[in-house]
């Protein structure tokens, strides 16, 4: 007999109950974690998300994609199988997955924290046999601080930046990290501007009542009356690009849990780099992976090898599940290489290459 | 340990200079003498090797998380510094760090490190300080006893800040910091009073710091025979390095750039090898990569330029020698009246007192009875790893700036590539409003289809111009640029690949910066293609051949 949960190529399936989860590829029905590109892929029949989450997720599937909403913590029935959704902690409307049949319960993570975080319900370990987690952060560096402590830090830097009359710039996941930070950080200090990637979500956390400060386009009128003074929260993806240069003299910060390690903030040619993951930290891992009860642990999604490696050597039967994504998940640093600016050497007029 | 953890955390969170200079001020300003001195210590790049063996820390981590050797090493592979993998391995801990000083940190826990014996007292000694202090604290003195302490800035820059601080020219700063420095109270407060040295006797030292302007050859382009009769001429190679002036003194030597930057720390042999020559000698000439008596590529040499302190490996790794070309001072007298053919032999008189293999050396002399023979030599210019041939007057003295007449840099013809033009962007000043700046392209991979065209091919940058077209051509081009505009990228044009050009370019070498691997210096465009199709131009694999053949002429011997 096939396990409850099997890896196919298109993703994990059951078998039993004739339904994906997270596929890459189109299929009949799929059971969706959350919204992010690498977790919910256009094309498939039906889908099944939490209700708390379909705002999001048509945003990213399409008007007319078939999505059927359920609360937490409800099952419903497909075929034999009982199938319910649990708070994931890493986004608005993201869930683990639990499915129980025959008395065997399995559990998939999807993405998710144990950090608080405004912008979605807190995670909830799923008591289960089997508990496939995600390792994006598997590794013993990687430990957070408290949101408070980032988020204090942060509203510091936007105050230093204005007395230096210099724009802060920061650059955020489009959806999740930017909704979290425009949530937790001080809208007192200053005028806010969000990038039309981050702005198309804004709508969905409207009608999911999440509360968020007043935030303005980068309209040029108030893009030149607000240099100085504004916070502007853009995407990885505009690191260099000239939508940037209408701000005027700035200062640059990353927030994503890379940046604990200080050559990824220099490759990223910021000024500052705060720790702030959407993703679960080593500590929350293992303690996650007790609190789950589980006897064996599935390791997706990250740092597979190391963290079913330490789990097989402390006595917990760990094994991996390929995903067809990066290993490095939404929180990717995309560097191109031309991004990567040597601004500690001066140059010598030797150096007059092609700059691109 | 607080104060200068936190001008760390400063000078780490900016990318600007003036920024990191105005910390250093403000910490030099704050802090007690022992600890100005240490922090100088540290941000001139000097280090205190050999403290502790890089597996007492490991052992020490590994004791202190209970975390396998295996993922130790798994994190520092994905963070790439072992000080700062120590700092996120250890556990957050929640008791006050202890009060300690920089100076104390130095001398009762990184000092007393290298003394104690059994590992076991050094592991302890390790994971007390490391309870003693805060995270980033940790990463500090981590950083320090790995021998991997940087915060991005060169000595110029820091002695730049020790002359606001002491309200000196950074001349003088300079002066007073070269020679023989203890990081010590004492010896600090020196750097900051001049101590009875008494910087105003005499001419002042920070004069006698200061290099000389520096003459400058210009491009020749008429004829050589239009310069009179060759045994007028001294005749050397034209090298591909880094002009600079040494001037060796009693207490110190300093070696100055073009660019009046202090490289002294970059080429200790250098500095070291001039300690042969009479004190109050100043010589002008050019710092090759220079092995087996030829120079190795200019990038080698760049590897060296704006490095604070060299590590040893680098010695041996990329040799470097001063090609001494002319003596500027004698003695402490003032040679530039002389004519050029008496200070030649001043300088032949200085250089044979130094050992064979130093790396001071003299510029070799080319003899030429006729132009003819001139241009034989110029024509051997690749083969010598040389940029062409210099001409000086024999009988000129040692001018300021660009006076023209006297000296002259004849250079080969530079290589050339077809390239297509693919993107454009204005330009400034006189050219404003016109699209001058481009940005040319070669093909990926060579035509397949026979003439065909359309077989997917793309167009790799290699290049940017601004120079070399006419007037009347820059503004044929900017109209078909006009026209020809496939996209706008803010300022950029992404244009047609249409018009081909010759570029001309005096070298080529890899580089990972580029999305070539490969990077042309100096390129211009030497002529318009207008019987070229864009099918015509060249592809990456001509430029990646020339890259090989010229890497091979250069290290034939390794
Ligand atoms: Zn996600
Ligand atoms: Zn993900």
Same mark, same amino acid.
């Given at each position: 007999m096939p396990e409850l949960i099997q890896q196919t190529e298109r993703g994990l399936y059951c078998e039993a109950g004739d339904f994906h989860i997270d596929p890459w590829q189109p299929v009949d029905r799929a059971v969706i974690t959350h919204a992010h590109s690498d977790h919910a892929r256009w094309g498939s029949r039906a889908y099944l998300a939490a209700a708390g989450g379909i705002e999001v997720l048509r945003s990213r599937l399409g008007p007319d994609a078939a999505i059927q909403g359920i609360p937490f913590n409800e099952s419903i029935g497909m075929n034999d199988v009982r199938v319910s959704l649990h708070p994931a902690g890493h986004i608005l409307g993201s869930a683990q997955v639990r499915v129980e049949y025959q008395g065997e319960v399995w559990g998939i993570s999807g993405d998710y924290k144990l950090q608080t975080d405004p912008t979605c319900d807190a995670f909830e370990p799923v008591a289960c046999h089997t508990f496939i987690t995600e390792s994006t952060f598997g590794l013993p560096i990687y430990r957070w601080k408290g949101p408070e402590e980032v988020f204090d830090e942060m509203n510091e830097w936007w105050r230093e930046n204005q007395e230096r009359r210099r724009t802060s710039i920061?650059?955020?996941?489009?959806?999740?990290?930017?909704?979290?930070?425009?949530?937790? !950080?001080? %809208?007192? #200090?200053?005028?806010?501007?969000?990038?039309?990637?981050?702005?198309?979500? *804004?709508?969905?956390? /409207?009608?999911?009542?999440?509360?968020?400060?007043?935030?303005?386009?980068?309209?040029?009128?108030?893009?030149?009356?607000?240099?100085?003074?504004?916070?502007?929260?853009?995407?990885?993806?505009?690191?260099?690009?000239?939508?940037?240069?209408?701000?005027?003299?700035?200062?640059?910060?990353?927030?994503?849990g890379w940046m604990q390690v200080r050559g990824n903030r220099r490759r990223a040619n910021v000024d500052r780099g705060f720790v702030l993951s959407d993703h679960v930290d080593w500590d929350g891992l293992?303690?996650?992976?007790?609190?789950?009860?589980?006897?064996?642990?599935?390791?997706?999604?990250?740092?597979?090898?190391?963290?079913?490696?330490?789990?097989?050597?402390?006595? !917990?039967? %760990?094994? #991996?599940?390929?995903?067809?994504?990066?290993?490095?998940?939404?929180?990717? *640093?995309?560097?191109? /290489?031309?991004?990567?600016?040597?601004?500690?050497?001066?140059?010598t007029e030797k150096n007059k290459e092609l700059d691109s | 340990m607080q104060r200068f953890t936190q001008l760390f955390i400063e000078m780490d969170r900016t990318k600007r200079t003036s920024e990191k200079v105005a910390a250093m001020e403000r910490y030099f300003r704050e802090v007690p003498s022992e600890d100005a001195a240490w922090?100088?210590?540290?941000?001139?790049?000097?280090?205190?090797?050999?403290?502790?063996?890089?597996?007492?820390?490991?052992?020490?981590?590994?004791?202190?998380?209970?975390?396998?050797?295996?993922?130790?090493?798994?994190?520092?592979?994905?963070?790439?510094?072992?000080?700062?993998?120590?700092?996120?391995?250890?556990?957050?801990?929640?008791?006050?760090?202890?009060?300690?000083?920089?100076?104390?940190?130095?001398?009762?826990?990184?000092?007393?490190?290298?003394?104690?014996?059994?590992?076991?007292n050094q592991r302890a000694l390790i994971l007390q300080t490391w309870n003693d202090l805060d995270s980033t604290q940790r990463l500090v003195f981590n950083k320090l006893i790995t021998s991997n302490f940087r915060v991005g800035v060169t000595q110029t820059l820091v002695i730049r800040a020790l002359a606001v601080v002491a309200d000196v020219t950074p001349a003088i700063m300079a002066h007073r910091f070269a020679g023989t420095w203890e990081p010590t109270a004492d010896s600090y407060a020196r750097l900051m009073t001049g101590g009875d040295r008494g910087d105003s006797a005499g001419p002042s030292i920070g004069d006698l710091a200061q290099p000389y302007p520096f003459y400058l050859a210009h491009p020749l382009m008429q004829p050589p025979e239009d310069l009179g009769t060759v045994n007028d001429w001294q005749i050397e190679w034209k090298y591909d390095g880094l002009r600079a002036q040494l001037i060796h003194r009693e207490q110190s030597t300093l070696i100055w750039s073009r660019g009046d930057e202090l490289i002294s720390g970059a080429f200790p042999e250098i500095a070291e090898a001039a300690a042969d020559l009479p004190p109050n000698t100043v010589l002008d000439g050019e710092i090759i990569a220079w092995e087996d008596d030829r120079p190795l590529p200019f990038a080698l040499l760049q590897r060296r330029i704006?490095?604070?302190?060299?590590?040893?490996?680098?010695?041996?790794?990329?040799?470097?020698?001063?090609?001494?070309?002319?003596?500027?001072?004698?003695?402490?007298?003032?040679?530039?009246?002389?004519?050029?053919?008496?200070?030649?032999?001043?300088?032949?008189?200085?250089?044979?007192?130094?050992?064979?293999?130093?790396?001071?050396?003299?510029?070799?002399?080319?003899?030429?009875?006729?132009?003819?023979?001139?241009?034989?030599?110029?024509?051997?210019?690749?083969?010598?790893?040389?940029?062409?041939?210099?001409?000086?007057?024999?009988?000129?003295?040692?001018?300021?700036?660009?006076?023209?007449?006297?000296?002259?840099?004849?250079?080969?013809?530079?290589?050339?590539?077809?390239?297509?033009?693919?993107?454009?962007?204005?330009?400034?000043?006189?050219?404003?409003?016109?699209?001058?700046?481009?940005?040319?392209?070669?093909?990926?991979?060579?035509?397949?289809?026979?003439?065909?065209?359309?077989?997917?091919?793309?167009?790799?940058?290699?290049?940017?111009?601004?120079?070399?077209?006419?007037?009347?051509?820059?503004?044929?081009?900017?109209?078909?640029?006009?026209?020809?505009?496939?996209?706008?990228?803010?300022?950029?044009?992404?244009?047609?690949?249409?018009?081909?050009?010759?570029?001309?370019f005096e070298a080529i070498q890899p580089s990972n910066r580029h999305k070539a691997g490969l990077a042309i210096r100096f390129p211009r465009m030497n002529r318009w293609r207008t019987d070229k199709k864009p099918e015509d131009a060249d592809t990456l694999e001509t430029l990646q051949a020339l890259l090989r053949s010229t890497m091979r002429e250069n290290r034939e011997e390794r």
């Open positions: 920061i650059y955020a996941y489009a959806l999740g990290k930017a909704q979290r930070i425009l949530a937790s !950080i001080d %809208a007192s #200090i200053g005028p806010i501007i969000v990038h039309g990637a981050i702005a198309r979500f *804004l709508g969905a956390y /409207e009608a999911a009542r999440i509360k968020l400060p007043p935030t303005h386009p980068a309209d040029p009128e108030l893009v030149k009356s607000t240099r100085g003074t504004a916070l502007v929260i853009a995407p990885p993806s505009a690191v260099n690009s000239p939508w940037l240069r209408k701000f005027g003299r700035q200062s640059s910060a990353y927030a994503s293992l303690s996650t992976i007790r609190a789950t009860g589980a006897h064996t642990i599935g390791v997706t999604h990250g740092y597979t090898d190391q963290v079913a490696r330490y789990l097989n050597e402390h006595g !917990i039967n %760990a094994r #991996i599940y390929h995903t067809r994504f990066s290993d490095r998940g939404e929180e990717a *640093l995309e560097p191109d /290489e031309s991004e990567i600016n040597h601004t500690d050497t001066e140059d | 922090a100088l210590y540290f941000l001139s790049g000097r280090k205190l090797k050999r403290l502790v063996p890089s597996g007492i820390l490991h052992d020490a981590i590994a004791q202190i998380t209970s975390l396998p050797e295996w993922i130790i090493s798994e994190s520092y592979q994905s963070v790439g510094d072992f000080a700062e993998t120590l700092a996120l391995l250890f556990p957050q801990s929640r008791s006050e760090p202890a009060t300690i000083t920089l100076s104390q940190l130095v001398s009762d826990r990184m000092l007393r490190l290298r003394s104690i014996a059994a590992s076991k704006n490095r604070k302190q060299v590590e040893a490996a680098l010695w041996t790794d990329v040799p470097v020698a001063f090609i001494a070309f002319d003596v500027l001072e004698e003695n402490g007298n003032d040679l530039r009246e002389q004519p050029l053919v008496d200070r030649r032999r001043k300088l032949d008189e200085l250089l044979s007192q130094l050992p064979p293999n130093a790396s001071i050396k003299p510029a070799p002399l080319l003899s030429a009875r006729t132009w003819s023979d001139l241009s034989q030599h110029r024509l051997a210019s690749r083969e010598h790893s040389v940029e062409g041939v210099m001409l000086k007057r024999l009988s000129s003295t040692y001018g300021v700036g660009r006076k023209r007449g006297d000296w002259w840099k004849w250079k080969i013809d530079p290589y050339t590539v077809d390239a297509v033009l693919i993107y454009a962007q204005g330009g400034s000043g006189r050219r404003s409003g016109l699209f001058t700046d481009y940005t040319f392209g070669v093909w990926d991979r060579p035509d397949e289809s026979q003439g065909n065209g359309g077989d997917g091919r793309e167009l790799v940058p290699v290049a940017k111009a601004y120079s070399g077209l006419t007037d009347d051509e820059i503004r044929q081009v900017d109209r078909f640029i006009r026209r020809n505009t496939i996209e706008k990228r803010g300022p950029v044009r992404i244009v047609k690949p249409e018009l081909v050009f010759e570029l001309a």
